[in-house]
């Protein structure tokens, strides 16, 4: 049962919450609610926004669960050009006044406004997206093990490569980005030492564009194809649709990030390039938080998802990865091995 702070909110609540939004983000709130005029999830999204047939789509597909499940009113809210931590913090606040509960940035780049807002609406259940480092009793920190799917992503790109030169494009320099690079060059390696690994970082912030331009992952992932790579790997959100667009005009294959990036509509032209995506369950993660605040027993503390708990993985959606008996056997003997500890999976 929901908290009852949370289900007595003024009715004025709709109109205060439009104006406080203009000024942090634009918003696709749904401005239904259930019977009890309750509120429940609300998300802040990372830079590239929804429709990134990535990292933010996965977080909109959880919200969207929780909404039809639970039947209250949510928010999704996206970032502005150029924002600060302060931004970002009066984003969650605003949502948190108005009584949305869990409040969720997506993205570790929320973590400095997730502790302020949690410290200022401790009876509100906060979560972030890929950050470890906000410790609070009313945070739950929904992290990946990325380099866990990144390495079965480097088998699958070691058994097929034909030219035994392989690409990784990451969208920013950071820790984060260096988990995939390194379960990917990994994975590669341990399948076949004589495949050589290509890796570029698109930015060495976000501010300027890693994650967020397909025109610098199209020019890197070119990049990397006129130096004989077949198979390209993107981790770097929308970016990444420049990495696919590059893949399929040169008739080469491309792995997509975070989401199945074959069953996303925008990438449907390029679909027969993209040979499987590495995926983490963002849209889970997202649903479970909510889930366990709607059961009145929130999650807090780290809550990590890996191969384990099935929530990263590859996908199986297209029907010549799926179909490739050789190459399965190697990825589901590679994930036993990971799952048993056989095979320790590097993060740097």
Same mark, same amino acid.
């Given at each position: ?203 060495? +912030?976000? @501010?300027? !564009?890693?994650?967020? &331009?397909?025109? %610098?992952?199209?020019?890197?992932? #070119?990049? /990397?194809?006129?130096? *004989? ?79 384990? +708990?099935? @929530?990263? !993985?590859?996908?199986? &959606?297209?029907? %010549?990865?799926?179909?490739?008996? #050789?190459? /399965?056997?190697?990825? *589901? ?16």
């Amino acid at each position: 049962m929901r908290r009852i702070s949370r289900i007595t909110v003024a009715g004025a609540a709709t109109a205060s919450l439009a104006l406080a939004l203009s000024a942090c983000g634009g918003t696709s709130t749904d401005s239904s609610s259930d019977s009890k005029g309750d509120k429940g999830l609300a998300i802040a999204y990372d830079v590239g926004g929804k429709g990134d047939q990535s990292f933010n789509d996965a977080a909109y597909a959880g919200l969207e669960e929780a909404k039809k499940e639970f039947g209250y009113q949510t928010a999704d809210l996206e970032p502005t050009e150029g924002e600060t931590d302060t931004d970002k913090q009066q984003r969650l606040e605003s949502l948190a006044k108005q009584g949305y509960d869990p409040v969720i940035g997506i993205g570790y780049a929320y973590a400095p406004a997730v502790k302020e807002a949690a410290a200022k609406f401790p009876d509100t259940t906060f979560g972030i997206v890929d950050d470890s480092t906000v410790e609070a009793k009313n945070v739950a920190d929904l992290v990946f093990s990325e380099e866990e799917a990144s390495y079965l992503a480097g088998v699958a790109a070691a058994k097929s490569t034909k030219t035994d030169v392989v690409g990784f494009v990451g969208g920013v320099d950071i820790p984060l980005i260096h988990k995939f690079q390194a379960g990917f060059a990994q994975g590669v390696k341990d399948t076949d030492s004589k495949v050589k690994v290509i890796s570029q970082y698109l930015t060495q +912030t976000a @501010e300027e !564009g890693g994650f967020s &331009s397909p025109d %610098k992952g199209k020019t890197a992932a #070119e990049g /990397q194809i006129e130096k *004989k790579a077949d198979v390209v790997y993107a981790a770097a959100g929308l970016s990444g649709q420049g990495v696919i667009e590059a893949a399929a005009a040169n008739k080469i294959w491309a792995i997509g990030v975070d989401s199945d990036q074959y069953q996303q509509e925008a990438l449907a032209k390029y679909k027969d390039s993209i040979l499987t995506s590495a995926m983490k369950d963002v849209a889970k993660a997202v649903y479970n938080l909510a889930k366990s605040v709607e059961d009145g027993k929130p999650e807090t503390g780290i809550v990590r998802g890996d191969l384990k +708990t099935g @929530e990263v !993985g590859l996908s199986n &959606s297209n029907p %010549k990865f799926a179909d490739d008996t #050789e190459l /399965q056997d190697a990825i *589901k003997t590679a994930k036993e091995k990971i799952i048993s500890g056989e095979i320790k999976v590097k993060s740097s």
